[in-house]
Structures are given as structure tokens and as C-alpha cells.
């Protein structure tokens, strides 16, 4: 059995996430040791580790705790559990797409800034309309 702080130690959560996961009903079956301090058995940390990526997936409290009841429910919820992380894919991905053009965009200004301060590219400003 793990105690609060060991639980942080190894999925990464901050005490008051966990302590809030806890309390919203996400850590189901929570134990308690003799001085009523809540423990986690290996278990528990797997399926917090699972809260950590859907909370990575962009699922809010509310969502999480759909999941949570789905997975309660048993096999016959999986495909109800794929189409919401199938959902969830896609969102990331749309997110991901946006990052890489943003990034390819930066790209792009850091050559041009490049290739301007070595003389190879005349400046100029789409902004301004003006260069050399």
C-alpha cells in the first residue's frame, strides 16, 4: 500500500490533484489505513496513471467520470469507451495538425530572418509593404 505521497511520487500528480481525484469520486474504492489516511494499492496507481492520460486527452472532470462509470460497467461499455476516445483522437490530432503548422510557420520567419541578416535575401515587410 502507498500513501498519498508516494502515490504523487509515482503518477506525477501534485497532492492536491490526487486528494481532488479523490474527492470527485475519480479514485474509485479509495482505502484507508488505522489513522484513516487514504492509501493506494498498485491497482489504484494504474488506473490513476490512466487519469493522468485522459487528462492529457483534453477530458474534463465530467468526462472522466463517464469514462470511469463505463469502465465500471464492464466489456459490454467498450465500444462506448472506443467512440469517446476515438473522439478524443481526433481533437488531438486537429491540435496536433494546428502545432505543426505553427511550427513550420516559425520555421519559415527564423530562415528568412537568417537568410536577411547574411545578405542572401533582400528584406522585406508583408506588414509594411517595405524593404531595401
Known sequence: MYTMKETCQKTGLA????????????????????????????????????????????????EMKEYLALCQDGEETIPKRKRILEAKRRTLEEEQKRIADAIAYIDRKQSFYEDVLSGRTPYFSNLTGTGD
Open 15 to 62: 497532492y492536491e490533484t490526487l486528494k481532488f481525484y479523490c474527492n470527485q469520486g475519480l479514485v474509485p474504492n479509495v482505502k484507508r489505513d488505522s489513522q484513516n489516511h487514504r492509501v493506494f494499492d498498485d491497482r489504484d496507481v494504474a488506473w490513476i496513471n490512466s487519469l493522468n492520460c485522459l487528462k492529457r486527452c483534453d477530458m474534463g472532470i465530467a
